[in-house]
């Protein structure tokens, strides 16, 4: 059980996923950064995760690995199988609490632990599940209706759901989930990180970009529902006026293949860079070395790679939905929100600031400010933190 040092609570934190490192998304470096901030403070985090690779070896006693396989339809996904001799050490851990961060089989192992142990289950509702259907069969492809019915049946069956955007909680009160029973906690920026030099030199790895090219970047997995097609459609026609531009692209997934294509397709190939995934201190240095960075996803619960580039001090344009739209509708956010999905606004809005220094230089000093103030690591951590501590002390 807890105990107390220096009048601070201490907590032994089981946290249980299907996705972790090295696997490159938002949800498994959001659970580094807790893990890291939370253990920096005295607490203990135990992981629960598939094992990534036969021979991946990890130098972190704290993380139980199960055994896993690929997703068939997309293979860089795990399926861990919740059976495993890691399961008899948890009652040695004393854990205080339980914090699951999907449905799935490791969550619903996570559900298991904490009615056995009679423990407080939290889980964070990362990701909008109805809006990845497309990489189902159609033959197997459940209705959204019924995904959403999932979704809501899961909830209820937790102590507290954190949502990571108000615009989320407002979607699962939709859903059916009551509005008492969810909490807003975005997911933080290790700002610090933000800090340290540049070591990936953009211009020296791609000779293609010269020095007086101006970088327009995207981050994230090439998948149909990150909507870079558009994006690339959008940059052909920022090129009709401004010739002196790069799109830089960072990030792996299915659609590379066809997103390539596209490119070629576009006429664009030689001002359109793929760098494919790459580790997180590239990405870090990939976002300080670009002018502009764009977004047009439509499923982003919480928008990391915008509070990202903004904490690097680079501005954004993107599409304002779900989590996007939560960060730039606030006042002095670094970034400029787009409605709808529509080519001349986004070109425009683009365009705009590659011609007009000043507007620029207001929307970059804006960004790094906007971060620091609202999402630092730091304050989401307090917020789960307390979260955990009532969630244990009511009865």
Same mark, same amino acid.
């Given at each position: 059980m807890y105990e107390f040092y220096k009048g601070e609570m201490q907590l032994n934190i089981g946290m249980f996923s299907d996705t972790y490192l090295p696997q490159k998304n938002g949800v498994a470096t959001a659970i580094k950064l807790y893990k890291d901030e939370m253990e920096k403070r005295g607490h203990n985090v135990y992981l629960f995760v598939p094992k990534y690779k036969f021979d991946y070896k990890r130098n972190d006693d704290k993380i139980f690995e199960f055994p896993a396989v690929k997703f068939v339809f997309e293979k860089e996904q795990r399926i861990a199988l919740p059976f495993s001799p890691e399961i008899f050490k948890i009652k040695e851990l004393n854990l205080d609490i339980i914090h699951s961060?999907?449905?799935? !089989? $490791?969550?619903?192992l996570a559900r298991i632990? !904490?009615? $056995?142990?009679?423990?407080k289950h939290v889980t964070t509702h990362h990701t909008m599940y109805d809006y990845y259907l497309h990489y189902l069969p159609s033959i197997v492809r459940p209705q959204p209706e019924f995904v959403q019915k999932i979704i809501k049946n899961w909830c209820l069956k937790t102590d507290k759901i954190i949502a990571p955007t108000d615009n989320i909680k407002e979607t699962l009160v939709e859903y059916g989930v009551p509005s008492e029973h969810i909490v807003t906690i975005p997911t933080g920026i290790d700002l610090a990180s933000f800090d340290k030099p540049i070591n990936w030199d953009l211009k020296k790895e791609y000779p293609q970009i010269k020095d007086d090219d101006r970088i327009l970047l995207f981050v994230g997995r090439l998948g149909k529902e990150?909507?870079?097609?558009?994006?690339?459609k959008v940059f052909k026609k920022v090129l009709l006026e401004e010739t002196k531009v790069k799109f830089v692209i960072v990030g792996?997934?299915?659609e590379k293949e066809a997103l390539e294509e596209l490119a070629m397709e576009l006429n664009i190939a030689d001002n359109v860079i793929f760098t494919g995934s790459q580790p997180r201190e590239k990405v870090i240095d990939a976002y300080k070395q670009a002018y502009l960075f764009i977004f047009a996803s439509y499923t982003e619960t919480q928008g990391l790679v915008i509070l990202e580039s903004m904490a690097a001090g680079t501005p954004v344009v993107a599409l304002g939905k779900l989590g996007v739209y939560d960060i730039l509708s606030q006042e002095d956010a670094g970034g400029i929100m787009i409605k709808d999905l529509n080519e001349d606004d986004f070109s425009h809005e683009i365009l705009k600031l590659l011609k007009d220094l000043s507007s620029y230089e207001v929307l970059k000093k804006k960004a790094k400010i906007f971060v620091k103030d609202n999402y630092s690591i730091e304050k989401c951590v307090d917020m789960i933190l307390e979260l955990y501590k009532r969630e244990i002390l009511t009865v």
């Open positions: 961060h999907d449905p799935f !089989s $490791m969550g619903i632990v !904490s009615r $056995m142990l009679k423990l990150k909507n870079i097609s558009f994006l690339l792996g997934g299915p």
